[in-house]
């Protein structure tokens, strides 16, 4: 693909820091945009190696579309003009393709610099779109941008993508883009960070140059603060990032319960409150109920495997699913993760979001709709989860490929509910994961001779075994049952145990 056009995104920082991100973040997350545009921000920009007077005018070179944005405010003078105003001057000279919105119905709060500044785009031949806040400005800034490319660049968005950012817009919560003024980045878990700022960077360069601060502000989850490199985290970020979040949005927690019986009852045999960033809470919830379920063993050639009662990647996508889609902004309501004698059932806040429907969930082949985007695409760009509406699909195959019945999706009392069926007992009908083999590969194998293969028979079946049982059953002398026993320990497949003649020999990882 060509490369992506750089949009170039003009107003008073301070006085629409909110906008400015609430547009990168449109851009950055609707799929149709994200393919063919990257934001531009002077504020986002790697620090020249030679400053220079009016440096943030160099950002506009290489851009191909001006977007400005009028409010109250005229901005501090850099000469006899403002820097937004000579953005525009500069933007006119490079015959920038430009769209014009302004914030408020009514003109009396503007400064007088700021009227004339309205008054000569005005002048200029440029409509301009009205809005009253973020909320708003989204979907009128996406259908600008849209017209824009197709006009201009011949990009037009298919009927499917138009549907799609559309309903993306229709389902987002404003929740996740809720900036929180007393969180500062700093107080987030840096190595997190790191690992998103690495995720996010196009290269060394970048990577070397911005901080993950300002890694977070090129996907609209910070804001800068009033005072020089300081950032203000969104909800998002806070969820995503935060140490423990819950104990901000209580909401946030997972309660996981599990129980011997096929219902709730008043004695739990595990509990577990999980109050984590979101990239972490999946692994706790996929600890716990490894904790809390049966793993059968089964023996594969010379391999005594440990099996999973349930997929370990349906329990992940149906987890993935509850964290990136469910009602943030409900705050009465907790994910719920219980474990049942013959089921899994993972509860999340919300019924699906429209268009989705139970009966497209169950059919498949729907378009991919998150209340949550801001959450879910740094998810996905964490390597998390997929935002290709296959999930479910995943889901199902992983239930069936194990050996299990496929999953069921309901809603009842505000939730969304994902059970998963177990094999209630009957472990036989689990299917071995295709191609596994366990930690007796065939090169470990081939370096055995068949009396010690049936010794690891024995050690996979569960016996110790000593050097004088070993010269019985095989009829050798001591010195090979040493020599085998030797074998089998460098191998990794035995570990010894105890001291003098109560030496004795079991398959290793099994005590």
Known sequence: ???????????????????????????????????????????????????????????????????????????????????????????????????????????????????????????????????????????????????ALADIFGLKATSAEVSESEQLIDAASTFESTVLADVSVESLDQNLLGQFNNHTASGDPERIWRSPAEALQTRGLAVPGREKNTFHATAAAFLLFGPSPAFRFPQCEILADAYDEIRISGRPKGQVTINAPLSRVLDQAIKFIDDHTFHPRRVVGLNNLRLDEYPVAALREALVNAVAHRSYDDAARKIFVRIFSDRVEISSPGYPPKPLTLAKLRRGGYKPCSRNPLIAQTLATLGVMEQRGSGFARMHDAMLNHGLDAPVFGQQDGFFIVTLPGPAGNYDRIILPAGVTGPITAAVEEQLNERQKKMVALLVAGESLTSRLCERKFRVTRDTAVRDFALLVKLEIAEKSGRGRAVSYRQKGTA
């Open 1 to 147: 693909m060509a490369d992506k056009k750089r949009i170039f995104i003009s107003s008073v920082q301070k006085e629409l820091e909110l906008e400015r991100a609430a547009v990168a973040s449109l851009i950055t997350t609707d799929p149709f945009l994200l393919q063919h545009c990257v934001p531009v921000l002077f504020e986002r920009e790697p620090p020249a190696a030679r400053p220079a007077p009016k440096g943030y005018l160099e950002t506009l070179h290489g851009c191909a579309l001006y977007v400005l944005i009028l409010a109250n405010e005229y901005g501090q003078l850099d000469g006899e003009l403002s820097a937004t105003h000579h953005e525009y001057r500069l933007a006119q000279k490079l015959k920038l393709p430009t769209i014009v919105f302004l914030k408020g119905a009514k003109d009396e709060a503007r400064t007088a610099e700021a009227k004339a500044f309205f008054a000569e785009t005005k002048k200029d031949g440029y409509k301009y779109v009205r809005f009253h806040d973020r909320e708003d400005l989204k979907p009128a800034m996406l259908e600008a941008l849209r017209r």
